[in-house]
């Protein structure tokens, strides 16, 4: 088990999956594939703009069709392209912190638990430093509700129903998570380029609310860590801390992270094109609590134990995502709280 992880946390172990042209930066740049950003459903107005990107965050009109992309990473399943999106995520999050959080949080270690099954992010302290770790399950799982979701958007589909469903019916401990059979999407609308962007896009949204969860439980002093430099923590340490408990389940701490959390997406998702909103969030959300449905009520993976219901923390994130935006972006102060245990 440990085994595991340490070869998921030493840099040349995924290696050769970075290494595939896929470059960990956002949209706003880049090959065909990756430089149109417009993604929500085709927009009828046609006028081409020649200016530049303004930094009105309202989402531009849609281009002119583009041609299919047949190679997309999430469509072929490549973890090694969802860590990258994880960690350039991460450092987005971190660089968007105000002080003195963003020099406590940086840098700070993200390691990739690969067990198959494992749907899982936490945070814990080593030796008094910080570290988070996410699991290649849950990237996996998010990657694919985004595709299913860009679908449903573009086309009308359920998929996303359909997708929640074939993982409560096929998920078991210590297996891989199911996949969506060969014909569970028309190869031509799961290749549509406008599907393509969004999916990308509520990916990165989706990462950023779980790994923004995570730091916030850090800077809020939560785990203990906050301004210890964690740069000296080997892949060993951290593996080793996968065996630890995980701290207790607080219903406080974790709405303060989903609070803190998404603000914390919201500032650093500002200048993208189109803007990060809660979006991603509340796709995680509802996806797990469709599965839970789906799986008759019951608990099917780890997190669900240590963190709220979605019913309780949607309203959380929507209220903090509305309050962001009609105070002009301006995101809560770290209150100096006792540590809540
Ligand atoms: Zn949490």
């Not at 930066?25 to 046609?46: I, L, W, Y």
């Not at 200016?51 to 973890?79: F, Q």
């Not at 912190?97 to 936490?122: C, K, W, Y």
Request: charge should be neutral; glycine fraction near 8%.
């Amino acid at each position: 088990m440990v085994g595991a992880l340490v070869g998921a946390l030493v840099p040349s172990a995924c290696k050769k999956e970075e290494d595939d042209g896929f470059e960990p930066v956002d949209f706003s740049g880049g090959d065909e594939t990756k430089s149109k950003t417009k993604t929500k459903k085709a927009d009828p107005e046609p006028t081409p703009d020649p200016e530049p990107p303004t930094p009105d965050p309202k989402p531009a009109p849609t281009p002119a069709p583009r041609r299919p992309v047949t190679d997309d990473p999430i469509n072929r399943h490549d973890t090694g392209y969802l860590r990258q999106r994880a960690q350039a995520v991460l450092a987005d999050l971190v660089a968007a912190l105000p002080e003195p959080q963003r020099s406590q949080m940086r840098p700070i270690p993200l390691g990739f638990d690969n067990r198959p099954g494992e749907v899982n992010a936490f945070a814990a302290c080593v030796k008094g430093r910080a570290f988070m770790v996410m699991t290649d399950g849950l990237m996996e799982i998010q990657a694919q509700m985004a595709r299913a979701r860009a679908h449903d958007e573009r086309f009308g589909t359920e998929k996303l129903d359909a997708y929640a469903a074939l993982v409560a019916r096929g998920q078991r401990r210590g297996q891989a998570v199911p996949r969506p059979p060969s014909n569970f999407y028309e190869t031509a609308k799961d290749q549509d380029a406008n599907k393509v962007a969004r999916q990308r896009h509520l990916l990165d949204e989706g990462l950023a609310f779980v790994l923004g969860h995570e730091l916030a439980h850090h800077y809020l002093s939560h785990t203990g860590c906050v301004g210890t430099d964690a740069t000296a923590l080997t892949p060993a340490d951290i593996a080793r801390a996968v065996t630890i408990k995980v701290p207790a389940f607080n219903q406080a701490n974790e709405l303060a992270s989903d609070l803190y959390g998404i603000q914390n997406v919201l500032a650093a998702g500002r200048p993208k094109r189109p803007a990060w909103r809660e979006d991603g969030a509340l796709l995680t959300l509802r996806f797990f609590l469709e599965v839970r449905r789906a799986h008759g009520g019951g608990v099917l993976f780890d997190f669900e134990s240590t963190h709220p219901h979605p019913d309780v923390r949607r309203p959380v994130v929507t209220q903090a995502a509305e309050t962001w935006r009609r105070t002009g972006g301006q995101a809560l102060p770290v209150l100096k709280l006792p540590k809540l245990r």
